[in-house]
């Protein structure tokens, strides 16, 4: 049977695959939050249910329990509702080297334990419980070697290492993200690049929606690109472009990405005033399961819960006002 998570639990890609420094998917099943660090980056931490055997040096993690609240669509309706599924669980065998936890995931369709692990300091050997940091390395544990990640950058890892917290009954895993916040600004989005190509004349019919403030489009010399457009006051928030007849001002009111993501731009020209929107919610919650909501809604069609029966459910909510945007702005540049 399928997973009963649409997405791949950002933990399991962690621990499984070596280092990671981003997020590699979400779990609607775990308890999640994020805050920003003094570093400047996104905390983000997920918790989940564990059980660990101490004497056989297994445990289990619960990415989800045997019932799970859904977003069901029944015909033309939709119902929030509680669904037995099968757990999604992931086996783990743990061993100490040293004073370092290294950790092994089973593969369930071979029934036997990875022959490398990921490997964990600051806690104390012979004691699972404690707080952990991921280190850039793997143990293989038949030939009992270590092999490190030589590139693996000294300084980023000390900001921004993963980290864990076990205990006996949960594990909570936490990642520091600053790719955003060291890439994803107005100035070097691929969405200031669309302005210019528009200014530049390029058509009111390539205008991208706010979520493109979230793409990465390099260090652009768009005044050696779009010599005809004249730029003032640059900030993180936007700025004042002019070509010809026509003075466009660009203002980002909000920009926030993680598991969610939502970005509120305001442009101003001609004597009017356009806003583009976007937001995204990885968990479709209970208050966004209306029918209201239902083109905003993704589902899933590939699920069936405990008793073999199909479910298609919402699991994800993503929202834009591109075509009015659009709209609105051809109006201005008219």
């Known amino acids: ?25 979400d779990d609607s099943g775990s308890n999640a939050s994020s805050s920003l660090g003094s570093n400047g980056g996104n905390v983000t931490s997920e918790t989940y249910r564990i059980s ?29 509702k509680s669904v037995q599924m ?18 092994t995931f089973m593969d369930e369709e071979s029934g036997r334990y990875d022959r490398k692990g990921s490997m964990l300091v600051g806690g ?52 520091i993200d600053d ?9 070097t989005s ?35 690109l779009y010599p005809d457009v004249s730029s003032s006051g640059l900030s993180a928030n936007g700025e004042t472009l002019s070509a010809g007849d026509y003075t466009v001002s660009v203002n980002v009111k909000k920009f926030f990405v993680d598991k969610d993501a939502a970005a509120t731009v305001e442009v101003k020209g001609n004597g009017m005033t356009c806003t583009s929107e976007f937001k995204t919610f990885q968990k479709v919650t209970k208050d966004l399961c209306k029918v209201e ?9 590939e699920e069936e819960d405990i008793n073999g029966n199909e479910i298609v459910y919402a699991y994800t909510y993503e929202y834009d006002n591109n075509e009015e945007f659009a709209q609105c702005m051809q109006t201005m540049l008219q």
């Open 1 to 25: 049977m399928k997973k009963s998570i649409k997405a791949y639990s950002t933990l399991f890609c962690a621990l499984a695959g070596a280092l990671a420094f981003t997020a590699c998917g």
């Open 86 to 103: 099968e757990p999604e669980i992931e086996h783990v065998m743990y061993r100490f080297v040293g004073d370092t936890l290294v950790f």
């Open 293 to 301: 909501n239902m083109e905003y809604l993704r589902f899933d069609d």
């Open 179 to 187: 790719e955003y916040t060291r890439n994803r600004k107005y100035e």
């Open 124 to 175: 104390h050997s012979g004691d699972i419980n404690g707080s952990w940091t991921i280190i850039p390395c793997k143990f293989y544990m038949d030939t009992e070697t270590t092999f490190c990640d030589s590139e693996a950058d000294e300084e980023y890892y000390q900001k921004y290492a993963d980290k864990m917290v076990i205990t006996s009954n949960s594990v909570t895993y936490s990642y």
């Open 52 to 80: 660990v055997n101490k004497k056989d040096q297994t445990a289990t993690i619960y990415f989800s329990e045997s019932s799970e609240d859904m977003c069901v669509l029944e015909g033309e309706k939709l119902a929030w």
């Open 190 to 224: 691929s969405y200031r690049a669309y302005f210019y190509r528009v200014m530049a004349g390029e058509g009111v019919s390539h205008f991208p929606i706010a979520l493109n403030l979230f793409d990465y489009a390099g260090e652009v010399d768009f005044k050696e």
